[in-house]
C-alpha cells in the first residue's frame, strides 16, 4: 500500500469529497465513528474519558467522538482548547451538535491559566485532538505547556490521527514539545513518520482506521514510500513446480563465522536452507566443520586455511549468490578476503554484519560492491558505513541517497524494517514483533535473503520478501514462546507458516 504525504493525503479526501460524492463534515463523521467504536471495543465503559480538542479538523473530529460515545461510556469530559481565534467551519458544527448532549461536560482552555480547570484521575483516559496531521510548526509556549501537563497525567493516552506536535513527513526539532500517545489511531491512510522507531515514544503502538476515502483516490496519485501488504507477497512470490530438481534452486555459499561465533554460521545457514535454496555451501574456518556438519547436514562445508578465522576465498563465481558477513569478525586478514571477494564477485550478494564492518572501514570499496547488492545494516552499522548519526526522516533521506548512489538495496532493520531499492523506493515492513530483537535475529534474516536471491529472485523481490519472511517466522515464534522467550532459533522453525 502506498504512504503518501500530508499534501497527497489531503488530495484523497478532495477526490473522495468529489467522486462519491460525500460533504467533508459527513466523512468526519464516518472518522469520528471508526474512533468512536475503536474505543467502545477497547476501552472500559467505567473509565473517564478527557477529550481535548484543538479548533481544527482534528478538534472537530473528537467533538464528534465525545457524542458518539455518549451512549457508551458514563463519563465523558470535552477540553476546547482556544489557540487562535479562527475555527474550521467543521469545528463550529460539531460544537454546536455536541451541546444537545448535556450529560458530556465542555471546558473552555484559552491560556495556561485554565489549567487549574483539568482534573485527570488516575486510570482515565485522555485523547489527544488537539493538531493530529497538520501541524507543520513548533507549539507556543502556553500550548507546549499543555501537552507537557498532559505527559504527566499517569492515565492512559490515545492519539487521534497523529500525535500532536509529531509532523508527519519531516523530524521534529529537537525543542519540540509533542504528546507521548499509548496509541495512536491514524485515520485513512498510515503517515510516514509513524514508521520511524525514533517516533514510538510519541505514537506508541498505532492501527489505521478505515474512513471510507474512495477506493481510486490513492491510485491517482504517485509515491515512492510503501508499506508491505500480505497481497503483495503473495503475487511476488514463486511456486515450485511439481517437476523440479535441486538445481532448479540455485546454490549459494554463506562466508560466516570465526572462533567463538560458529553459532552464527549455523544459524545463516539453516534459514539459507529453509528459504528453499537448491544447494548450500557454506565457507567456514576449520574450527567450524565439525559443528556445522554435525549440526546442518544438508550444507556442503568448504574450509578456509585459517583456523579460527576466514582468511582467503578462492572459489566463489559459480555461485548463484554469496551471504557474506556473519560472525566473520574484522581480523586484517579477513578484511583483506572479504574486500577481494566484494571487488571481484561479479553478481549481487548479501552483506551484512561484520563484512558492514569491514565496508564502513573501507569505504572507498562501496563502489566495489556489485550493484544490485542487499545490505542489511542495523542502525548502528548504517550510522557507521555513511559515517554520521541520524534518526527518523533524516536518517530514512540519507539510506535513499545511499541506496541510489550505489546502486543497493539497503534493508535497514527495526520494527518497521525499511527496505530502500536502487530506484529509491521504499517499503516497510508489517510483519515481526520486538522478541526479534535478540542474537541472532539478523543472521537467519542473511540466511533466508541469501536462499531467495540463489533461487533467482530478483534482489529488489528477494530483499522485500525476505523481510516479510522473517518476520512472519518471528509473528509465529511469539505464539508459542512469547516475545520474553523466543530466541533466533525459534524464527528458523517456524519459517514454514509462511
Known sequence: MKILNISQIREADIYTFEHEPISSIDLMERAAQACADWCKKHLAISQKIHIFCGIGNNGADGLAMARLMADWFENIKVYAVYYSSKKTAEFEINFERLKAFEKI?????????????????????????????????????????????????????LAIDMPSG????????????????????????PKRSLFYDSNFRFAGTWETLEIGLHPEASTKLDTDCFFTEAYFIEKIKKKRPKISHKGNFGHALL????????????????????AGVGLLTVHAPQCAYPILQQAVPEAMFEADKGKKMIKKITEYEAFSAIGLGCGIGTAPKTQKAVLKLIENYSK????????????????????????GSILTPHPKEFERIIGSKSV??????????????????????????CTVLPDGRSFFNTTGNAGMASAGSGDVLTGIITGLLARSYIPEEAAILGVYWHGTAGDAAEKIWGQESMNATDLIANMGKF
Open 392 to 417: 527518523g526522516y533524516e536518517r530514512h533521506q540519507l539510506q535513499i541517497e545511499f541506496a541510489k548512489r550505489y546502486g543497493l538495496c539497503v534493508v535497514l532493520k527495526g520494527a518497521h524494517t
Open 348 to 371: 549481487p550478494m548479501v552483506l551484512d554484519a561484520d563484512a558492514l564492518n569491514i565496508l564502513a572501514e573501507n569505504p572507498q570499496y562501496c563502489d566495489s560492491v556489485p550493484k
Open 166 to 189: 509529531l509532523r508527519a513527513d519531516s523530524d521534529p526539532d529537537r525543542e519540540s514539545t509533542i504528546f507521548e500517545a499509548h496509541h495512536t489511531l491514524t485515520l485513512g491512510l
Open 255 to 274: 562466508v560466516a563465522g570465526s572462533y567463538g561465533k560458529v553459532g552464527a554460521c549455523l544459524m545463516a545457514a539453516k534459514a539459507c536452507l529453509r
Open 105 to 157: 461536560q465542555v471546558v473552555d482552555i484559552e491560556s495556561n491559566t485554565d489549567f487549574e480547570k483539568i482534573n485527570i484521575e488516575q486510570n482515565s483516559v485522555v485523547v489527544d485532538c488537539l493538531f493530529g496531521s497538520g501541524l507543520n510548526r513548533n507549539l507556543t509556549a502556553w500550548l507546549a505547556d499543555l501537552i507537557d501537563l498532559l505527559n504527566l497525567q499517569k492515565a492512559y493516552k
